[in-house]
Antibody, heavy 119, light 114 residues
Framework: EVQLVESGGVVVQPGGSLRLSCAAS????????MHWVRQAPGKGLEWVSL????????YYADSVKGRFTISRDNSKNSLYLQMNSLRAEDTALYYC????????????WGQGTLVTVSS | DIVMTQSPDSLAVSLGERATINCKSS????????????LAWYQQKPGQPPKLLIY???TRESGVPDRFSGSGSGTDFTLTISSLQAEDVAVYYC??????????FGGGTKVEIK
């Protein structure tokens, strides 16, 4: 059974930094690209970032480019999101999502971890 | 970026009746080399993460009831629930994956029971 478990969400002040983690199990982690998708309270879904199976390619939404960094450790079956220069508009539930296998739709999602940016 | 526009924002349908959700993309998501539409649909129930329903615009994910169907091509797509059940109350999102460096979702359609 595929499981994705996010952690690291907390309340942080504007301008602060945070690292989210996602622990994956139930599939061969290093065979798949992975994504972060976020959802602001009461709002819709926004794709944040994508990392290829080997970490060699990464992509970001314009809203986070230059502030967020996605990475992975295949030896630990883990995905990460380093978030710097946080803004109030980054407040959201952050989901880790598994790529289907190269086409960039999401076949499994975690339960999410909540990041709140507030003074 | 490709903008995805869903309509309506919400709809209320009687149990057993048909629900139809529309999704329009700002440019075609049909890839001519393989004749595939790079469009997925997700269901999100309250307090839960999204769940994949349909990909390639019309292919149901394993385990998804056959009352859910997807159709359309190019820029105009539809998700149909043929006979609404109580457990189908949710928000539904479309997503394009034609532009893999800038994936985008529609704004969502909330489906309720009338």
């Amino acid at each position: 059974e595929v499981q994705l478990v996010e952690s690291g969400g907390v309340v942080v002040q504007p301008g602060g930094s945070l690292r989210l983690s996602c622990a994956a199990s139930g599939f061969t982690f290093d065979d798949y690209a992975m994504h972060w998708v976020r959802q602001a309270p009461g709002k819709g879904l926004e794709w944040v970032s994508l990392i290829s199976w080997d970490g060699g390619s990464t992509y970001y939404a314009d809203s986070v480019k230059g502030r967020f960094t996605i990475s992975r450790d295949n030896s630990k079956n883990s995905l990460y999101l380093q978030m710097n220069s946080l803004r109030a508009e980054d407040t959201a539930l952050y989901y880790c999502a598994k790529d289907n296998g190269g086409d960039c739709y999401f076949d499994y999602w975690g339960q999410g971890t909540l990041v709140t940016v507030s003074s | 970026d490709i903008v995805m526009t869903q309509s309506p924002d919400s709809l209320a349908v009687s149990l057993g009746e048909r629900a139809t959700i529309n999704c329009k993309s700002s440019q075609s998501v049909l890839y001519s080399s393989n004749n595939k539409n790079y469009l997925a649909w997700y269901q999100q129930k309250p307090g839960q993460p999204p769940k994949l329903l349909i990909y390639w615009a019309s292919t149901r994910e394993s385990g998804v009831p056959d009352r859910f169907s997807g159709s359309g091509s190019g820029t105009d797509f539809t998700l149909t629930i043929s006979s609404l059940q109580a457990e189908d109350v949710a928000v539904y999102y479309c997503q394009q994956y034609y532009s893999t460096r800038a994936l985008t979702f529609g704004g969502g359609t909330k489906v309720e029971i009338k």
